[in-house]
């Protein structure tokens, strides 16, 4: 007797073939995911069961950075049909996020989880050798401006950027920078000169920054904002005045926050590929020096290989600071915040997880000499928890620093330092900063940076009152105390009082009272901002050593170096320190023998 069993013909089919998927259903499908400064809506179009387009635009995502990442895998997985692509270096929740969208919309119109998971990101694994005139390293504002003066000087580059896109701080700054501008200053009736913009950043520096080197930034940066104009980077005519930049001398790029510089640049080298080589992802390890002791290349992890880079001219490093650098600025702390612990409590801003100090690192082991290491700024308006400057961000006029309690308690166009230890004084270390229609116009007013009161509002970021009434319920404030702070800030912005107790006086092309709803306000708190320490350069960028001899080979401009800004940063004084410096850099590596 035969006992084996018999299937039915369709069954045997169905063990022999392989389990058929369906293919996802046509349609457009929309998921909300976690970015990393708000929820955003991902939404993906499906065309012949196959990814037609991905919409990322319901965004607040950080212009330069997450935005691009967005950009970028939105472009990839489309191109390749997976959502298994790499993410972008700097912008891992971003690009998280993003993958997390498409995934959810795939997964509504039915696709199985090994569907568009291919994985299609594979990269070179060959050690290489670049022969070149000019390697620079760090791909942010100082460093691109290095690159684009020395291509026009007639030098070869590479650059070297750690992360997987362009513009390292610069990007999430707010651009305000600082110059002495005689026609857009005449313009607004605002009385300025070299002189007192030098003796405003030693005085603001608490008179330790290098003398040289703060005239010539001084002296040099409205040359720089002519620069950035020669190459397709407008300005716009109107000058205001950056938190702590103590005088109306800060200008700002006609599109949102410092990746307009960038972008400018971007497209400058992009334009000279003949000259300039970039390439991102490159983690630069150390630098070669030849026998003679000059500084000739350094040498760069890039997904796993070796890249050696020789330079003939000049090697510069623009890495920027190291304020995300727990460690290394808790070990330094012994200036002007020794009293306050710089720890994970204190968050980072503007900066950059790659702000980790490596090029200070770089520079020392070739015997060069660091200055001013302790001396790291605060910026006054950071997130409680992230230390961002994602909401409401203002400049110094036309606003007001509360604390809990309803009252004001200093003059919001000081220093970063003094505004920093005034808020350290109050009630657990934080204030609300309260701004009026005069700076938001409406809710769905559009800010310099992409937001509105309500897509900050409908993050819980924002709180919004009618009246001073309502905004002190909702934020915990004595009514009573709220208005007369306010009334207090209006008798010396319409011209009632010279000046209050805090010394705040109203500048009558900026000020203006604030008498009428709606009224938002933002909790803020003290975050890590900027260090002004690094590597000791003098005016022609030469990198020197412990006798004050230049390091032959080398050079550095932006944050990585150190003695421009003394104790204290002034608003504005950053960008104008990276171009300034920057293209300095590259122009005199360029021509150098």
């Not at 009293?339 to 100090?357: M, R, Y």
């Not at 060069?368 to 992230?386: E, F, N, W, Y």
């Amino acid at each position: 007797m035969n006992n084996k069993l018999v299937l039915p013909l369709t069954a045997a089919l169905a063990l022999a073939l392989p389990t058929l998927q369906a293919a996802p259903a046509d349609g457009t499908y929309s998921a909300k995911v976690n970015g990393h400064n708000a929820p955003m809506t991902v939404t993906v179009k499906i065309v012949n069961h196959k990814i037609d387009s991905i919409d990322t635009s319901k965004n607040l995502e950080t212009i330069g950075v997450g935005k691009l990442a967005l950009g970028k895998l939105s472009k990839r997985m489309v191109e390749t049909q997976s959502v298994n692509v790499d993410n972008v270096t700097g912008a891992t929740l971003s690009s998280f996020a993003i993958k997390k969208g498409v995934r959810d919309c795939l997964t509504q119109a039915g696709a199985a989880k090994n569907e568009f998971n291919k994985k299609v990101d594979t990269y070179p694994t060959k050690d290489e050798t670049i022969d070149t005139q000019v390697v620079v390293i760090g791909g942010g504002g100082a460093g691109l401006a290095a690159a684009v003066s020395a291509v026009q000087n007639g030098a070869k580059v590479v650059v070297l950027e750690k992360l997987g896109y362009l513009g390292g701080s610069t990007n999430v700054s707010g651009g305000a920078f600082n110059a002495v501008d005689p026609k857009r200053q005449k313009a607004m009736g605002i009385e300025d000169s070299e002189e007192k913009f030098y003796d405003q950043t030693m005085k603001g520096g608490h008179n330790v920054g290098n003398p040289e080197l703060v005239r010539y930034l001084t002296t040099n940066a409205m040359r720089s904002i002519e620069w950035l104009e020669s190459l397709g980077s407008p300005f716009k005519d109107k000058i205001g005045t950056a938190t702590g930049a103590l005088w109306q001398r800060s200008h700002y790029g006609t599109t949102p926050s410092g990746n307009h510089y960038i972008r400018t640049l971007e497209n400058f080298l992009a334009e000279h590929k003949d000259s300039a080589t970039i390439i991102t992802d490159a983690n630069v390890k150390s630098l070669i020096k030849d026998k003679d002791g000059r500084v000739i290349g350094a040498v760069a992890e890039n997904h796993g290989r070796k890249i050696t880079v020789i330079a003939s001219k000049g090697v510069i490093i623009t890495t920027g600071g190291f304020g995300a650098n727990v460690e290394l600025r808790r070990r330094v702390n012994t200036g002007v915040w020794k009293e306050v612990d710089l720890g994970k409590g204190i968050g980072a801003s503007t900066i950059q997880k790659a702000a980790q100090g490596d090029g200070i690192a770089m520079g020392k082991n070739v015997g060069a000499d660091v200055i001013g290491m302790s001396d790291i700024q605060l910026h006054p308006c950071g997130t409680p928890g992230t230390g961002l400057m994602e909401h409401i961000r203002t400049s110094g006029r036309n606003r007001l620093f509360i604390n809990e309690n309803g009252d004001r308690f200093v003059n919001e166009g000081a220093a970063r330092d003094t505004l920093c230890k005034a808020i350290f004084a109050q009630p657990h270390s934080t204030y609300w900063l309260v701004v009026n229609h005069v700076r938001y116009p409406g809710r769905d007013w559009v800010d310099r940076n992409g937001a509105t009161i309500a897509d900050m509002a409908s993050l819980g970021a924002v709180v919004e009152g009618a009246t001073l009434d309502e905004l002190a319920k909702k934020t915990g404030m004595d009514p009573a105390k709220l208005k007369a702070s306010v009334d207090e800030y209006n008798k010396v912005a319409t011209g009632k009082v010279e000046k209050d107790k805090y010394g705040f006086v109203a500048n009558n092309k900026e000020d203006k009272p604030m008498t009428e709803g709606p009224w938002y306000a933002v909790k803020k708190v003290p975050t890590v901002h900027h260090t002004m320490g690094g590597l000791k350069i003098n005016t022609q960028t030469q990198v020197l050593d412990a006798a004050g001899k230049p390091i032959p080979g080398l050079y550095a401009a932006g944050e990585v170096t150190g003695g421009i800004h003394g104790a204290n940063r002034l608003g504005g004084n950053a960008i104008a320190d990276i171009f300034t410096f920057g293209r300095q850099a590259g122009k005199v590596a360029a021509t150098a023998q």
